[in-house]
């Protein structure tokens, strides 16, 4: 029995030996695995385009790369290697060394009508690089990752570009995102003949951008900004890199919105509104927390983020000093009036005077954090844990708050929630 088990092991050492001999498996150092990932974007304004390629130095380390095709917006799609489009998807899987996908983008996007989200004219461009870099689906060799640039051309007369990324040098900006491997350039960016303001404030650089002749409120928006800044430090623990603010008239959109490390908000929307609450720090708190609410059949928790937005909106300021205990008191109480005939906050679309109703029930909500813990804990901390998870529930609401207060919270309990 000895032997026959001795010889069962040498012939499956002996095989393993003969594997590993002739059939070795490919093994990467560290830099091997790294690959470099450049975008490229020309713009086009005579056809309203964005030419865009994507070029990969290793194609060995990518299997295959896969993203959703749009056909109203995307052609002229080519690509190295294997190329496949069909009228829902693309899909590419480069050749092994150096290997490129290229195709063009139409930029204008009407988010409403007669108002625009993208643009590009004969002078500027705005737009969002989520809009115009595919959002692909990778299969790559296990621990490679990209190391990305953004390279942009201009037309002539077009003066420079700005992006949320840190600028290497020129119009090339780099790109890292540790969420993905595959980088993408993704939020607003502008380009034309612009008009641009720069500070540093604190560790983060920040640009208000618009193009040149339009009345945007640059120094407005950056004193501001030197003005709240250290409270939203002190509230959220983090601040970005970099900072970009699009701003732009009619036929844009007439509201704001927010993208990675930068926002958008229309040059009429006042820095605070009559209300006391600001849109600049609406959206700013959306960037920089970048929490969104699930959607199930439970009901939809968007509520969450949009009331923690209008909340730190006007909060922010007053912790700065910027209004008094009588004003901040006023402002909740005319967001109580606009609310008052919401009777749940967990609806499919939600309304301005849902977002109120909110903004009280997360007043009332870190009144209660802070009495129960003796003032050890605010909502603040609730916000920091809720950006960790990004995407969020009531459950996960309640669960960061039982956390900090050792049992079920009364304000979230509300008949606001059922």
Known sequence: MKTSIRRLHFLAVSALYFLLLFCP??????????????????FLPASGQAAVTITI?????????????LPDRYS???ADGKLSVSKSEVRWQPADSKSRLSLKVKIAHERDPGEFDAMITKNWAIFRGDDIFPA??????NGAYSLATLNVTLPSGWTSIETG????????????????????????????????????VRKTSIAISAPRDIDMRRMDALTFFNFVWS????????????????????????????GSNSLFLHSDRPIVSENGTSPLLHELT????????????AGNDDWIAEGLAEFYSFELIYRAGGMTDKRRQTIISKLDKWGENIKCLRQKNASGATTARAVVLLDELDKEIRRRSKDKYSIDHVTRELMTKRKVSLGDLEESVEGLIGSKSKTLRSSLLQ
């Open 76 to 78: 002229d799609i080519e």
């Open 165 to 200: 990324w840190p600028r290497k040098k020129g119009n090339t900006f780099r790109i890292h995102n540790p969420d993905r491997k595959f980088d993408r350039p993704t939020g607003w960016m502008i380009a034309g003949a612009l008009g641009t303001r720069r500070a540093k």
């Open 25 to 42: 498996p490919k093994i990467y150092a560290d830099d091997d695995l790294a690959y470099q990932l450049d975008y490229n974007l020309e």
């Open 136 to 141: 692909a689906k990778t299969e790559f060799v």
């Open 286 to 297: 959306h960037m920089v927390t970048r929490i969104s609410g699930t959607k199930t059949d």
């Open 231 to 258: 409270e939203l430090k002190n509230a959220f623990k983090e601040t970005p890199e970099k900072l970009l603010v699009v701003g732009m008239d009619d036929p844009m959109w007439r509201g704001g919105l927010s």
């Open 57 to 69: 130095d290793k194609g060995q380390l990518i299997h295959n790369v896969r993203f959703k095709n």
